[in-house]
């Protein structure tokens, strides 16, 4: 009776508690993620070309952390525009992307780090926004001409949860 009891009680933490591996093929990634993620596709015109972005995500209904969104997304620039071993236009690239990301939800950068993928740059960076109530934590990468960045969006007090910090750590390449 107690074990049933305890079933009982405690079965759904263990529910919201299981995460499992995603991974994207095509993207070439695999992630921990509390749900499947969905994916969506949308193409850019740009000076460079057409870019076409994917985003994969899972935006939970009721998150007892605070998580309110968690993405990977993830472009191919075209040959010749940008690669991670062009250092002399990466830190502009990187200064550029962060900047675009604080000015499109009206936010403002509250920290940058440079921050690297078995050795190819990256960045970690915060955006707070809408009146510094949520929080938006990114990690980029540029790996040859393919550039991914990995988002969690999590109100402010509850910015330093553990399953933030697992699916923007947990970042994985497939290889092949």
């Known amino acids: 009776m107690k074990t049933l009891l305890f079933l009982f009680l405690f079965a759904p933490l263990f529910v919201l508690a299981q995460w499992?591996?995603?991974?994207?093929?095509?993207?070439?990634?695999?992630?921990p993620s509390p749900k499947p993620l969905a994916h969506q596709e949308s193409t850019v015109e740009t000076p460079m070309g057409v870019i076409i972005y994917h985003t994969y995500f899972h935006q939970p209904e009721k998150d007892p952390n605070g998580n309110q969104w968690f993405s990977v997304s993830y472009c191919d620039y075209?040959?010749?525009?940008?690669?991670?071993?062009?250092?002399?236009?990466?830190?502009?690239?990187?200064?550029e992307t962060i900047k675009e990301s604080a000015s499109s939800v009206n936010g403002e950068v509250r920290y940058v780090e440079h921050i690297d993928y078995n050795t190819l740059p990256g960045r970690f960076w915060r955006v707070d926004y809408l009146n510094g109530?949520?929080?938006?934590?990114?990690?980029?990468?540029?790996?040859?001409?393919?550039f991914y960045v990995i988002q969690v969006v999590i109100l402010k007090d509850k910015s330093a949860n553990s399953d933030a910090a697992r699916f923007l750590d947990g970042f994985k390449l497939l290889v092949g």
Do not use: C, M, W
Not at 20 to 31: E, K, L, N, T
Not at 78 to 95: A, N, Q, R, V, Y
């Open 78 to 95: 075209p040959d010749g525009t940008i690669h991670s071993d062009s250092t002399d236009i990466l830190e502009e690239f990187f200064e």
């Open 20 to 31: 499992a591996p995603f991974s994207s093929i095509d993207g070439r990634f695999q992630i």
């Open 133 to 146: 109530q949520v929080v938006i934590k990114s990690k980029a990468y540029l790996i040859a001409n393919r």
